[in-house]
């Protein structure tokens, strides 16, 4: 039986269907120096023979195992040991089978929550998962989400006190609304000396207060120290280079607030600081 016509060389389309790449990679490799760019014949087409077909296909067995250009490079030139770049990919691999075990980890609590409250910590919805459908708003998930990035997943656990008590407490809730609603009219005609930022910022100090005393007398205190103690245990819940700075926050997310507003915060954290000076109770979880 006659053998098919057997080629001595081939076009860069046939190469790279047969080494299971593209002709763009293989273009690629040579711009590299990775594969030595072979002679073009009288149509000035590239002709690939068996050696830039052997040297393909080591190209892409070993990239297909993970290996990065520039590590084949080396093997290739013999400037590192295999073991090298093995334990170079391995870490790579264990880095990225981590980060999907995370990611399923947040897929399997967000199907179980049925809220974006499983996209968070398991710490924060561990705390807020048993609260009531439609206690906890979606500004309160905005504001944990802040938080978390802030302070971390410890941060926002110790910040969900705060809702759960809005949420089992009407009139915390109702007081809550009011504020905001009023701090929402701090806008660009009000002036920041007006009597009536003065007069709001006691007011929040006042709440703030009444939801520490609230947050004291639920029992949740006893729920944080336990967290407090466990603090270690879920120091690698996040990534590395998750979290910010308070500073660094205040410098990168954006609040769309009037000069007026700006001085209203400023006051509420001076009046929690000259409590806090005169032996008040405030507690700063509720700010």
Avoid at 12 to 32: K, L
Avoid at 55 to 74: C, E, K, P, T, V
Avoid at 105 to 134: F, I, K, Q, W
Avoid at 232 to 249: I, K
Wanted: hydrophobic share 40%; charged share 30%.
């Amino acid at each position: 039986m006659p053998l098919p016509a057997i080629p001595r060389r081939v076009k860069i389309g046939d190469a790279a269907a047969f080494a299971g790449t593209t002709p763009r990679a293989i273009r690629h490799y040579h711009a590299i120096g990775l594969l030595a760019e072979p002679e073009r014949g009288s149509d000035d087409r590239r002709r690939y023979g068996y050696d830039d077909m052997i040297r393909l296909l080591w190209i892409r067995r070993m990239a297909d195992a993970g290996i990065s250009l520039d590590d084949i490079h080396a093997a290739f030139k013999g400037t590192t040991g295999i073991e090298q770049s093995l334990a170079r990919l391995e870490e790579s691999l264990a880095s990225k089978a981590a980060a999907i075990e995370a990611q399923r980890a947040a897929v399997n609590r967000l199907r179980e929550v049925g809220s974006p409250l499983g996209l968070l910590s398991p710490l924060v919805t561990g705390r807020l998962r048993d609260l009531p459908p439609g206690a906890l708003r979606s500004a309160d998930l905005d504001t944990l989400l802040v938080t978390e990035r802030i302070l971390g997943p410890l941060g926002a656990a110790i910040q969900a006190d705060r809702f759960i008590v809005l949420a089992t407490h009407p009139e915390l809730r109702a007081e809550e609304d009011r504020l905001a609603e009023a701090e929402a009219a701090l806008d660009d005609t009000m002036s920041p000396e007006d009597p009536r930022v003065e007069d709001l910022a006691a007011q929040r100090c006042d709440h703030e207060t009444a939801l520490a005393a609230a947050i004291e007398r639920s029992g949740l205190e006893e729920a944080l120290n336990v967290l407090l103690d466990r603090e270690d245990e879920h120091a690698g819940e996040e990534e590395d280079g998750a979290r910010t700075s308070v500073m660094g926050a205040i410098g990168k997310m954006p609040y769309d607030f009037s000069p007026a507003r700006v001085r209203y915060e400023e006051r509420v954290i001076e009046l929690f600081h000259s409590a806090d000076q005169d032996g008040g109770d405030t507690d700063p979880r509720t700010c």
